[in-house]
Each structure stands twice: as C-alpha cells, then as structure tokens.
C-alpha cells in the first residue's frame, strides 16, 4: 500500500497517510463502514444525494467533537437533499453514545473500525495511529468528488465555510 509522508501533522509532527489520493473529478470510490446499529452501509446507499464527508479521527476528543457538532448545526440550512456523513475508526458503540450525550441527529455517524475501508479507499489512514486522518469531502449527487480538504494539522479545524460553499453550489444548480 501507498505511504505519503509530509502531508499531514499532529502537533507539528509528521505523520504518514496510507493509500492513495483521490483528486477532484474522480469517481467518489465505494466503501462499506458499519452504521451505530452495526448495519453495514455504502457510499452507493446516498446515491442521487450529495454527500459531506466529515473525517475525524475520534469523536471523544474537542476538536472532532467541535467539528461534528457544526456540520449537525449546519445539516437542516443545507435543505433535503444534502446527507452528512462523519466517519472515525471509534467502535459504533461509541459513536451512538456520543451523538446521544451531544444531541447530534442530522449527521449519521458511521465507523470504520473493521478494515479501513474507506481510509484505505481515500487515502486517509494515519499509519502510526491507525486512525482516519482529519478530511472533508463532498461527493455530488451522480457520485463525484468536487471537493476534497485534507486538514494539514490534525488538531485544527477545517474550513467549515469552504465546504458549505462548495456544498451550496453544487445543490444551487
């Protein structure tokens, strides 16, 4: 498998992606996590929809709980047609226990804890922790990725105004 050095941090010290990347224009590529009642679902399951994909790496921790929070926040001004995907290795378990304790509803929790299917599919293992990497993609509704952000320290934030952008955009036309 692919390992690429100096793309991402944590806390200034670099850390190796497993995979390789997905670029803008790409087929969004197909993966299968495990939903909080261990169902399993694909990326083809929101198909006709677009689709942001919040990557963190776990959801017990301020900054994915932040990051979380918002785009549930955000989820109802982005109108029906627009699903909001989080996804971390945390055991599904966990993940409903946190979405209760934080009130999150409108995004759906999915985890990727049984073989990095979709870390491995975009790009977005961190090998030393094997961890999903801090991300946000937007796929369109014919299953497209138009937008894609790698956060380059894990412990900041993405830009929560680039993606809703981007995701007003392509639901505007």
Excluded at 156 to 172: G, I, M, N, Q, T
Aim: aromatic share 6%.
């Amino acid at each position: 498998m692919k390992e690429r050095k100096d793309v991402v941090t944590f806390q200034g010290n670099p850390l190796t992606l497993l995979g390789d990347p997905i670029a803008v224009g790409q087929k969004a590529p197909e993966f299968e996590v495990v939903a909080n009642d261990l169902s399993p679902i694909k990326l083809s399951d929101y198909a006709g929809k677009t689709i942001v994909i919040s990557v963190v790496p776990s959801l017990d921790t301020p900054v994915c709980d932040t990051q979380t929070r918002t785009f549930n926040e955000k989820a109802s001004s982005l109108g029906d047609n627009v699903v909001i995907l989080t996804l971390s290795v945390d055991l599904p378990f966990a993940q409903a226990r946190w979405c209760g304790a934080a009130g999150v509803d409108r995004v759906h929790t999915l985890s990727d804890y049984k073989d990095l299917s979709f870390g491995t599919a975009y790009g977005l293992v961190i090998k030393e922790l094997r961890l999903l990497t801090r991300a946000v993609l937007v796929v369109d509704k014919t299953g497209t990725v138009q937008y894609i952000q790698v956060v380059k320290e894990v412990t900041h934030e993405p830009d929560y105004k680039a993606v809703l952008d981007s995701v007003r955009a392509l639901v505007a036309d």
